[in-house]
């Protein structure tokens, strides 16, 4: 069957970039059909722009920050009919995506992300991911700015500045990864000026036992710990210099156990102090002084988990600001505000971001599990620039020729 190259701007053509069938090996269309008709917003007949097509669109988005609404659609579809033996449909109005879109909300997939992004490494492949038996993840939370609509302002707010408030609203997103594999387990986004707390709770959903769970200073108070260890996870959290920790007994290798108590808010009469173990070391800095840390865990056994070793660990929490890195830098492409113009399209856009961040760390994982290798070793911007390059399945070459991406390392 003959089939016409769609285009991604000036010379640019389909097999230059990816298409949808990478996604569809991901997230399976069945998958996210079944969730379309759960919330509702599934085709109710045959369309030339379905709903799951829709859905991949979304995705797609961010890895085409260059390309026009109706160009990301042309290569979806011609990916998806491809790969479904059916003809490719014709070319989408910019006004037929907006209408989808805003159909299809942001709720879909919110649950894609929460049931198929799951934790990609196991202790055999990739013992580097975990720690005394447990699976090392890291929440943390950043900003990102959105386009400056009277909507957006009112739902997202504006940061602060000496003139008054920034250009753009920003709105805030947290994130729970999974260290060793950069795979984004759970995010969520909201409103700039919502406690970064606020906007951390919904991920607590998707800690379980068996996972250690890294964090930053601002999730130390005693109704943080006590949300954050009902899920069953262990804790590694950085706490503040002066915060009161009364030592309970000195361990062997330098830590102390001491406890923590909720303050007069979050007191209701019920609680009981919580029994933490606390590691203290100090760093050298350029400068010459030298950076102090200061560590809670909820792993009180020294003999499991030494405080040396605690402390090593910790740094690990900064493969976060790693992801942010790709998702902003190399999936947006230094593309610095989102293109959507309305609240709930903007939270649909970032839950397809974070979508196509997975899809690429999922290839990637495939390439580290077959070749032996660490993801450390393979670079992300290599890639997605072999998505980019690489169409499965598609219109370049017969169905049944496939070829085998070769690992990028960096």
């Not at 309305?342 to 839950?351: A, D, I, K, M, N």
């Amino acid at each position: 069957m003959a089939r016409t190259k769609a285009v991604l701007g000036a010379g640019a053509r389909l097999s230059d970039y990816l298409s949808a069938s990478l996604l569809a090996r991901v997230y399976p269309a069945e998958q996210i059909n079944a969730l379309l008709d759960e919330h509702g917003c599934n085709s109710q007949r045959i369309r030339s722009f379905p709903a799951v097509a829709g859905a991949y669109y979304c995705m797609a988005l961010s890895l085409y920050p260059e390309a026009a609404y109706e160009e990301v659609f042309a290569v979806i579809a011609q990916g998806l009919a491809w790969a479904q033996s059916s003809p490719v449909p014709a070319q989408v109005s910019k006004s037929s995506i907006s209408e989808l879109r805003g159909k299809l909300g942001h709720a879909p997939l919110r649950a894609l992300m929460r049931q198929a992004c799951l934790p990609l490494a196991n202790a055999q492949t990739h013992p580097e991911a975990f720690y005394a038996g447990l699976r090392v993840v890291a929440i943390d939370g950043s900003n990102f700015e959105v386009p400056d609509e009277v909507d957006n302002v009112e739902q997202f707010g504006y940061p602060g500045s000496r003139t008054g408030h920034a250009g753009y609203p920003q709105a805030q997103c947290a994130v729970l990864v999974e260290c060793a594999t950069h795979a984004i387990l759970d995010a969520y986004i909201g409103a700039y000026r919502t406690s970064e707390w606020e906007i951390c709770v919904p991920l607590l959903d998707t800690l379980k036992p068996g996972m250690l769970c890294l964090a930053d200073r601002g999730f130390n108070g005693y109704r943080y710990w006590e949300s954050a260890r009902r899920s069953g996870a262990d804790l590694l959290w950085r706490c503040t210099k002066d915060r009161q920790l009364p030592v309970l007994q000195t361990l062997a290798d330098g830590s102390f156990l001491s406890e923590i108590r909720p303050s007069a808010k979050d007191r209701d009469g019920k609680a009981d102090a919580i029994v933490v173990r606390v590691v203290e070391y100090a760093l050298p800095s350029l400068d010459g002084e030298p950076t102090r840390y200061r560590l809670m865990t909820s792993l009180l056994d020294p003999a499991q988990a030494p405080a040396l070793e605690l402390a090593a660990l910790y740094h690990t929490r900064w493969q976060v600001e790693a992801v942010f890195d790709e998702l902003k830098t190399h999936l947006q492409q230094r593309r610095r505000v989102l293109r959507s113009k309305t609240p709930e399209l903007v939270r649909q856009e970032f839950y397809g971001w974070v979508l196509a961040h997975y899809a690429v760390r999922w290839l990637m994982h495939q390439t580290a599990s077959e070749h032996q290798l660490s993801h450390a070793q393979l670079s992300f911007t290599g890639h997605v620039q072999l998505l980019r390059r690489t169409q499965p399945l598609s219109g370049a070459f017969p169905p049944r020729a496939t070829k085998k991406a070769k690992a990028v390392v960096s």
